[in-house]
């Protein structure tokens, strides 16, 4: 029988290595949010058949769609043709914002009321942020699809005027990933309120959603609302976001931010904003909401660990 | 010999003490009910942060669609629908939420086998989770009501109270039994189920007319008002609360009345059968506790 080897022999491997507990910094991160992205993507699209998976994916952001075209047709008729552009590619992109959001808030609940695995997640050696910006990467994406078949859907069954040629694809691009950012970042908001709440908050992100579709002119120009909530709308970056896509994708649509009469008109003296000025007002804002985000995610995520919120499982 | 040990009340033994006379079976189904209503109301006060969530940012959603409707220049009445649709969405997401979902979260939770093991009809459960719910969604539906009427100056105009209100009760016990019927089928799909309940929201908005008279849907119209006790209850309650605004209508109140009582008796039956079928079906199958899938 040989003897046991242990960390003192010349050569031989140490029972502990104190090395391992400071990570490999990056890659580790990318590790945990590929392996949370992965994760999350199963449980999105794992519970059925992908023809199932790909109906219900869609048909949600497709029916927003469709109610608003209905209520433009019984009101408008014919005459309102014009602006049916304006409410289904607010109604598409308003996807992004509902998956994003929902995205990294039912991640918490997911883990800690139904799976119960929240306080593993959290001693695990991987940052819980980059965790949750994993799971709620599969959300988003799932959006992605939603979004993309209901611009399809509108342009080749609702008779919505679309020239690809015509799309400013930097603009595009830029708004797109400085908007996706500030969801991400309104998402995080709403976990971190869901680790204070409990097991109805399920539907909380709707809720957020649906308040901030108020204020974003996504189916309809800011200008319609009372002044100081037009300049809500203005400090909100989705509003930027979602001017800079339809912009992007519609360079002679109407404007959702500006139009006669509107906030934005009379501080700038124009009646609607330029690329430059979409872009530069995207990045204040979505930074603003960057740092109003940052500080209550530490907040919350303190006064969870202090109150012994992370695996609390409630129930009513 | 008689002997306290097997229940409250001196017995021969546990069959005697299984016995339970009709006065009993009901005495406990009731209490059934307030333990289960009790949790829900009770958490209302205990958490506030639903009167944010609940009610104010329902609100602000609901006020999306009348600025849509404002930016239209449509009609005064068509932003009361935009209200009246609000308020019962508060029923409908109550429904989805808190009574299709509720059997499968609870088996998830592990609650499941001890409601079936308890000595009480499941039923009892389910209307328990109603009440309590119902008190959460009718002060949602409230103040939605209230306050979008005043803020953006609803003008109702109602000549038969008494049908109105007949309607909305009738509204609301075919939504709550349909509720009841999902809860059942829920259980059985499994994780389907919630991501079913997703599915419950917009589409249904859509083919339920919430925003619009559900005449303008043509065929889907006319088959949601068959099927749907959301399209039916709203599209009976639009007519009764703007008489004579409402524009193209497929049925009149009074009909739409008669579907919503037929529709309650068969959900209630409907549930209550599949409840036995399938309560007897996870026994069998050793379902009950088989979480998570």
């Known amino acids: 029988m040989t003897a046991p080897t242990t960390a003192l022999e010349p050569g031989a491997r140490p029972l502990f290595d104190p090395g391992r507990t400071r990570g490999r910094g990056s890659v580790d991160l990318v590790r945990s949010f590929r392996t949370a992205a992965a994760l999350g993507w199963k449980m999105e699209a794992n519970w059925t058949d992908p023809l199932l998976f790909f109906i219900y994916s869609v048909a949600k952001p497709i029916s927003a769609a469709l109610i608003l075209v209905a209520m433009l047709e019984v009101i408008t008729g014919a005459s309102g043709r014009e602006f049916r552009g304006f409410v289904v590619v607010g109604s598409a992109l308003w996807s992004f914002v509902i998956s994003g959001i929902a995205g990294l808030a039912w991640s918490v609940l997911d883990d800690r009321e139904r799976y119960r695995m929240l306080k593993y997640v959290y001693v695990s050696p991987s940052d819980f942020v980059v965790v949750l910006l994993g799971r709620g990467t599969a959300r988003i994406a799932v959006g992605a699809m939603g979004a993309a078949i209901t611009l399809a859907v509108g342009v080749l069954l609702l008779g919505v005027a679309f020239d690809p040629l015509a799309v400013d694809w930097r603009l595009l691009v830029v708004t797109m990933a400085l908007g996706l950012h500030a969801i991400v970042v309104i998402g995080l908001l709403l976990a971190a309120v869901c680790l204070q709440t409990r097991q109805e908050s399920w539907s909380y992100p709707e809720a957020v959603a649906g308040a901030l579709f108020l204020v974003s002119g996504a189916v309809f120009p800011l200008a319609v609302l009372p002044a100081p909530i037009q300049v809500i709308g203005l400090l909100n970056p989705l509003s930027w976001w979602l001017e800079g896509c339809r912009r992007a994708l519609f360079p002679d649509g109407a404007s959702s931010v500006g139009g006669t009469g509107s906030v934005y008109a009379e501080l700038s003296g124009r009646l609607a904003p330029d690329a430059p000025t979409i872009v530069l007002a995207l990045l204040v804002t979505g930074a603003l909401v960057t740092l109003g985000g940052a500080v209550v995610f530490r907040w919350s995520e303190r006064r969870a660990k202090d109150r012994g919120l992370i695996d609390q499982t409630t129930g009513s | ?293």
């Open chain 2, 1 to 293: 010999m008689t002997t306290r040990a097997f229940v409250g009340r001196p017995t021969a033994g546990p069959r005697e003490a299984a016995d339970w006379s009709r006065g009993q079976v009901l005495s406990n189904d009731l209490r059934s009910v307030v333990g289960r209503a009790f949790p829900r109301v009770r958490g209302m006060a205990r958490e506030p942060s639903w009167l944010l969530f609940e009610i104010l940012l329902p609100f602000l959603t609901t006020s999306s669609f009348v600025f849509v409707y404002q930016a239209l220049h449509a009609p005064p009445e068509y932003i009361g629908f935009v209200v009246l649709g609000g308020a019962m969405t508060a029923f409908w997401l109550n429904v989805v939420w808190m009574m299709a979902a509720q059997l499968y979260w609870e088996k998830d939770q592990g609650n499941l086998e001890l409601y079936f093991a308890a000595p009480m009809d499941v039923m009892s459960v389910l209307f328990g989770m109603a009440i309590g719910g119902l008190i959460m969604s009718a002060t949602r539906a409230a103040v939605v009501l209230v306050v979008a009427s005043v803020v953006y100056r609803v003008q109702f105009s109602v000549e038969q109270w008494g049908l109105l209100l007949l309607v909305f009760f009738l509204t609301l016990a075919a939504l709550y039994g349909l509720g009841m019927v999902l809860a059942s089928l829920f259980l059985m799909w499994g994780r389907e189920a919630w991501h079913l309940t997703q599915l419950l929201a917009e589409p249904v908005y859509f083919v339920s007319g919430l925003n619009f008279p559900v005449a303008a849907l043509g065929r889907i119209g006319a088959l949601a008002l068959a099927t749907i006790p959301l399209a039916t209850g709203l599209d009976a309650m639009r007519q009764l609360a703007f008489s004579g605004s409402v524009g193209p209508v497929f049925l009149s109140p009074e009909v739409e009345a008669l579907i919503l009582i037929a529709m309650t008796v068969l959900f209630v039956l409907l549930a209550r059968f599949m409840l036995r079928t399938l309560e007897e079906r996870a026994r069998r199958e050793g379902r009950l506790t088989v979480r998570w899938r």
